[in-house]
C-alpha cells in the first residue's frame, strides 16, 4: 500500500483540471480533422452542425475561438473564480459555490478502512459526502458567442460525465441560468451565462495519530495448589 497517496478529494481542482484538458482535447481534435481535411468529423461540428443566428455560423466562429494562439490574452482559458488581470472578450471562470452535508452519511464518524503501516501499527481512514453546486460562469463581448460557449461547455460535461464519475464527482445534474445583476467588476456591455454543476462526491481522511499494536500479554498473579 502505497501510504502516501491522496485521500483528499478536492471537486475545485477536479473542475479546473478537467475543464481546461477537455478544452485542449476540443482543440486537438478539431486541428486534427481540419488538417486530414474532414472537419465534419471533429468533435465541435458533431455538436454545433450547421446551428446559425442570423449570419452567425456557430461552428464556423468556433473554429476562431478555440483555434487561437495559445500565447493570445484571448485564449481560452477556465480560471477557478474571477480573474482580474484578464483584460480580453472572453473570461470563463468557475464559483466555488455552496458545499453542504451530504444525505448519504453514517451517524457519527464513518469510519472506512483501517491502514497497517509497517506492522507496527494501524490508522483509522475517516469519510463523508457532500452535496456540492457550483458554477460555470461565461462571460463576453458578443451574445451569439456567449451562447455558443455555453452549450459547448456543457455539452462537454455531458460527453465527459463517465470519466467525472471515475474521478469521484457523482450524480452530476446540470443547469443553467442567465445572470440577474453585473457585478461591480464587470463591464456593463458584456454578456453572462451561468452553467450550474450539482453533484455529490465523498472524501476520505486520515488519522494524525498511528495507533500501536498489541503486541505481548502480561499475566499477573499467584500460582495455587491443585
Same mark, same amino acid.
Given at each position: 500500500?502505497?501510504?502516501?497517496?491522496?485521500?483528499?478529494?478536492?471537486?475545485?481542482?477536479?473542475?479546473?483540471?478537467?475543464?481546461?484538458?477537455?478544452?485542449?482535447?476540443?482543440?486537438?481534435?478539431?486541428?486534427?480533422?481540419?488538417?486530414?481535411?474532414?472537419?465534419?468529423?471533429?468533435?465541435?461540428?458533431?455538436?454545433?452542425?450547421?446551428?446559425?443566428?442570423?449570419?452567425?455560423?456557430?461552428?464556423?466562429?468556433?473554429?476562431?475561438?478555440?483555434?487561437?494562439?495559445?500565447?493570445?490574452?484571448?485564449?481560452?482559458?477556465?480560471?477557478?473564480?474571477?480573474?482580474?488581470?484578464?483584460?480580453? #472578450?472572453? @473570461?470563463? %471562470?468557475?464559483?466555488?459555490? !455552496?458545499? $453542504?452535508?451530504?444525505? /448519504?452519511?453514517?451517524?457519527?464518524?464513518?469510519?472506512?478502512?483501517?491502514?497497517?503501516?509497517?506492522?507496527?501499527?494501524?490508522?483509522?481512514?475517516?469519510?463523508?459526502?457532500?452535496?456540492?453546486?457550483?458554477?460555470?460562469?461565461?462571460?463576453?463581448?458578443?451574445?451569439?458567442?456567449?451562447?455558443?460557449?455555453?452549450?459547448?461547455?456543457?455539452?462537454?460535461?455531458?460527453?465527459?460525465?463517465?470519466?467525472?464519475?471515475?474521478?469521484?464527482?457523482?450524480?452530476?445534474?446540470?443547469?443553467?441560468?442567465?445572470?440577474?445583476?453585473?457585478?461591480?467588476?464587470? #463591464?456593463? @456591455?458584456? %454578456?453572462?451565462?451561468?452553467? !450550474?454543476? $450539482?453533484?455529490?462526491? /465523498?472524501?476520505?481522511?486520515?488519522?494524525?495519530?498511528?495507533?500501536?499494536?498489541?503486541?505481548?500479554?502480561?499475566?499477573?498473579?499467584?500460582?495455587?495448589?491443585?
Amino acid at each position: 500500500m502505497n501510504h502516501n497517496s491522496q485521500k483528499l478529494r478536492s471537486p475545485d481542482i477536479i473542475l479546473f483540471s478537467f475543464l481546461n484538458m477537455a478544452t485542449l482535447d476540443v482543440t486537438n481534435n478539431l486541428k486534427e480533422h481540419l488538417n486530414s481535411n474532414t472537419p465534419q468529423e471533429s468533435w465541435l461540428y458533431k455538436v454545433l452542425g450547421e446551428y446559425s443566428i442570423q449570419r452567425y455560423n456557430f461552428f464556423k466562429e468556433a473554429k476562431s475561438i478555440f483555434l487561437r494562439d495559445e500565447t493570445s490574452e484571448n485564449r481560452i482559458f477556465v480560471d477557478i473564480t474571477y480573474n482580474k488581470k484578464k483584460d480580453g #472578450p472572453i @473570461n470563463i %471562470f468557475l464559483s466555488l459555490g !455552496n458545499e $453542504n452535508y451530504g444525505s /448519504e452519511n453514517a451517524l457519527g464518524l464513518d469510519s472506512k478502512n483501517t491502514d497497517n503501516l509497517d506492522n507496527t501499527g494501524y490508522s483509522e481512514t475517516y469519510s463523508r459526502r457532500f452535496d456540492r453546486n457550483m458554477s460555470l460562469y461565461i462571460y463576453t463581448e458578443n451574445s451569439n458567442e456567449t451562447v455558443l460557449l455555453y452549450d459547448v461547455y456543457k455539452s462537454l460535461i455531458i460527453a465527459f460525465t463517465p470519466h467525472l464519475e471515475l474521478l469521484g464527482l457523482r450524480n452530476i445534474r446540470l443547469s443553467g441560468q442567465d445572470i440577474s445583476e453585473y457585478p461591480d467588476f464587470v #463591464p456593463k @456591455n458584456f %454578456f453572462f451565462r451561468q452553467l !450550474n454543476i $450539482n453533484f455529490n462526491y /465523498e472524501t476520505e481522511v486520515p488519522e494524525i495519530n498511528v495507533k500501536s499494536f498489541v503486541n505481548c500479554f502480561q499475566l499477573f498473579g499467584l500460582p495455587t495448589l491443585q
